[in-house]
């Protein structure tokens, strides 16, 4: 290719650059498309982390009234080491893929609420072992993985956690099971008419 023609492309593209529409050059329209994107990205990603926070999600009488009374009782609310997990901390992964997944999930208890469907302490009771039976499922697809955000087998320290559940939690580690297969109703009370497999099986 000679230093003509390469010269010429070369200007092509530098006139392209400089102006592709009668109003507007390309680099102008590259850096309000950048600028944009990132206004877009943050606003996006702030309301992303709203929805995140214990005030929005017991922003309903649904989740105030039934879930997060009996939550407040528990290790995750008060403990002797001041570190509490909120509601997105346990049922909203942190990665991007699986949080967007769990959002669009999340539309249908918002439905639920719309709709009046779990409006009431008595519609909710009702529902709840089918609402729990769908977030265990859940937890189990993606191996529980807001419960690993913070538990680790491999940070259990065999000289300070108590022997049982040590040997216990060793053992899921070794048969590959997930922090939900054990640990139902750890934060919430179990639902009417659940039947522990584990139980059944002794």
């Known amino acids: 290719m000679s230093s003509q023609s390469t010269g010429n492309s070369a200007?092509?593209?530098?006139?392209?650059?400089?102006?592709?529409s009668v109003k507007y050059s390309l680099i102008t329209l590259l850096t309000a498309g950048f600028f944009g994107g990132?206004?877009?990205?943050?606003a996006f990603n702030t309301g992303m982390e709203a929805t995140n926070k214990l005030e929005?999600?017991?922003?309903?009488?649904?989740?105030?009234d039934n879930v997060y009374e009996e939550y407040k009782y528990t290790i995750h609310y008060a403990n002797r080491s001041g570190v509490r997990a909120v509601c997105s901390d346990c049922h909203v992964p942190k990665d991007w893929t699986h949080k967007i997944i769990r959002k669009v999930q999340a539309s249908k208890e918002v439905f639920g609420k719309i709709t009046g469907v779990i409006d009431t302490k008595e519609k909710f009771e009702a529902h709840r072992l089918e609402m729990a039976e769908r977030e265990w499922a859940?937890?189990?697809?993606?191996?529980?993985?807001?419960?690993?955000?913070?538990?680790?087998?491999d940070a259990m320290n065999p000289e300070i956690q108590k022997k049982g559940p040590y040997k216990k939690h060793m053992e899921a580690k070794a048969e590959g099971k997930s922090c939900i297969d054990c640990h139902k109703g750890i934060a919430h009370k179990l639902p009417k008419g659940y039947k522990d497999?584990?139980?059944?099986e002794e």
Not at 197 to 200: F, K, M, S, T, Y
């Open 11 to 20: 200007s092509r593209w530098w006139a392209m650059l400089r102006k592709p």
């Open 38 to 42: 990132i206004i877009f990205w943050g």
């Open 56 to 64: 929005f999600c017991v922003g309903c009488h649904e989740m105030k």
């Open 138 to 153: 859940r937890m189990k697809s993606v191996d529980s993985i807001e419960c690993r955000n913070c538990h680790s087998f």
């Open 197 to 200: 497999p584990n139980a059944e």
